[in-house]
């Protein structure tokens, strides 16, 4: 009986060990990858750049933008800067605290 339990978890601690979610990386240096990356969202590579966020310049703040400009661009820090700040300049977090 003794016999049986151990022989029934020593198989399923092979099946466990065997299972994906415990596999290691092969790359040998435990970064999750070849490049150092360790996810999608690395803010180096993934950082968009200020004038691509609003389309137009925001440099002067929200001085000269139409009412439609504003509402979008307060949209935009809405919905997107606040859900992902890694993704934007601090230039970009400044200029949505400004239109507020």
């Known amino acids: 009986m003794i016999s049986l339990k151990y022989t029934i978890a020593m198989a399923a601690f092979l099946a466990l060990s065997a299972s994906p979610a415990l596999a290691q990386t092969s790359d040998n240096n435990g970064t999750g990858g070849p490049d150092g990356a360790t996810s ?18 925001i440099t002067t703040g929200g001085a000269g933008l139409t009412a439609e400009q504003l509402t979008a661009a307060k949209n935009t820090c809405n919905q997107k800067v606040t859900a992902e700040p ?11 605290t400004q239109i507020q």
């Open 86 to 96: 890694l993704r934007y300049s601090a230039a970009v977090k400044t200029f949505c």
């Open 40 to 57: 999608g969202m690395d803010p180096v590579k993934s950082q968009i750049k200020d004038e691509d966020v609003f389309g137009f310049d």
